[in-house]
């Protein structure tokens, strides 16, 4: 039987990138898929991508800086595919555009930040759990990221909200391990997504250099860290976070 077979999966940020790969992954494990993100027709395009495996999709076009429209978006899983099994807090960002030093960056920037690196995940979370909680069963994926471990010299608000993820994972794995619903993150180095692939050249060959595996990593290399998370196999493992990174950071 296939890792996530019979399963309803929630993945946040879904219509590209990692988010995208994360969805592709969990349908070719068995589940069905609710895929939240603001780009509508990019999101319906992985659903007709995740209906060819054979499996259900839910494109919700959901802005997730708003609370009203993540709470909408949950009620419509649930009543069309069914409570969530599986929710992946993927969506987030780094605004590399509005890089600079603490001091030189506006406050609004560090606020989005939060909001989108952080506050979602809690607010996506808020809206899973008490279906997850009345049945005992539940996986919670947070991707964070390794600047959380590094830091980041231009971006001091995006590393901190990283960080900010791990620590709610961690405190979110307690409070419900007894009800048997597991929280872990995924802490990714550098991944190649349309973010990745707008930086200029020079940047990317910096990135390769310090990573020891001497590549960039694909967004699959990350869905296949979810699958395990999301899967049986991982029953025992909780409050974690794997970093997958080429070695930049070493724990
Ligand atoms: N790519 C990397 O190198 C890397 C490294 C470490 C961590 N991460 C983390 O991995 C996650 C995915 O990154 P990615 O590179 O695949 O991103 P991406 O920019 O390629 O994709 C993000 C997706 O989120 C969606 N989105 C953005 N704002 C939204 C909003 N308000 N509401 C709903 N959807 C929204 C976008 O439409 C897009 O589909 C992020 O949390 C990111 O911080 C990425």
Redo the contacts with the bound molecule.
Sequence with gaps: MSASAGKIAVV??A?????RAIALRLAADGADIAL????GP?VRSVAQEIETLGRRALPLE????DRAAIAGAFATIASTLGPADILVN?????ARERAAPFWEARAETADFLLR??LHTAMDASREAVPAMRSRNTGRIIN?S?DSAFVGSKSSAAYAAAKAGLIGFTRSLSRELAGNRITVNAIA????R????ELLPAAFVHKAIEETPLGMLGE?SDIAHAVAFFASDAARYVTGQTLIVNGGRWMN
Aim: glycine share 14%; net charge negative.
């Design positions: 946040t940020g219509a590209q990138g990692i988010g939240l993100d603001l780009d990019a959901t802005d997730m800086l993927n969506v987030g960002q780094s989108i690196c991707i990221s990714p180095g550098y991944i997504t349309r973010a990745m967004p």
